[in-house]
């Protein structure tokens, strides 16, 4: 029915098709709701993007046990457009949870302040306390702690016009200048590097203290994801979870494996920058977990 509805959406004019989408998700809801008593719970994976998020929902979504639905701010922006600003989120968050019928649902939702806060009118801290009422279980936080890499995704796969990589996929490197004086990763202007690595910092924090006492688990990158592979932290999702692996494959590569030397063309100039802060470390070669475990304390002293 899926590929079939879509391919009828696709026919349509284009004005019409976020209506034909609404009704669509509104009768597979339906249909889920029936099943809904069974559901053993919903998981929110929280981060900032370019952490290996995608491998992550794409193991997630091939669960047998797991309705995973991605990132639902950017569906609700597709099919509401600028209306999502300010309008009931929690009630069209909590209408999603019926999709996965008697499976867990989950959900994906970025953090910093100029990301899926933005698309819904709110912020990060009084959507979590949303989310608690309308009935999430499991909370994720994933972490890249080498967040300089993090920015240095965003832009590379910007300005290659591609943000994601198959598995069997040739990546190509493609240099760059990095301003440090116009960092974005969501709808805001800018702001200086420093500021925005310190702002990751603090957002990553407040997800931690609001989230104590809740059922929470923290991945990181560097020691979950790209040393042991992406299967490592799917695992152990699915022992969160308390389900069963089942049989899944990894279907997305690395963006940008190169140094970051190789890549930043001004890679002098922010290594000046950074050199007296706690993020100093973060230029070094190769990433590895052992440079976050010694980078010290984060954030400002």
Known sequence: ??????????????????????????????????????????????????????????????????????????????????????????????????????????FEFKILADQYPAVFGTTTEEFLETCRRIGVTHYVLLVRRNTLRHVVSHYASKNRGSWHAGANTK??????????????TGQNQGRPLLDYLFEVDAAHDLVRSKLSGENFLELEYEGDIDEPGAQSAYNRICEFLKIAPGNVAIKNRKMNPFPLSDVIENHEDLAELLSDTPYAWMLNEPETHQNAANAGERGRD
């Open 1 to 106: 029915m899926s590929k079939f509805s879509s391919a009828l959406i696709s026919l349509v004019p284009r004005s019409w098709r976020p209506i034909l989408k609404r009704q669509k998700r509104a009768l597979a809801q339906w249909n889920g709701r029936r099943s809904s008593s069974a559901r053993p719970g919903v998981v929110l994976m929280l981060h900032v993007g370019r952490c290996g998020s995608t491998v992550l929902a794409n193991l997630l979504g091939q669960n047998d046990e797991i309705f995973w639905d991605g990132k639902i701010p950017r569906k609700a922006k597709q099919l509401y457009h600028d209306t999502t600003n300010g309008f009931d989120y929690a009630r069209w968050t909590r209408a999603q949870f019926d999709l996965s019928g008697g499976k867990y649902y989950g």
């Open 171 to 184: 990546v190509e490197k493609k240099t760059f200048v990095l301003d440090p004086d116009d960092i974005t």
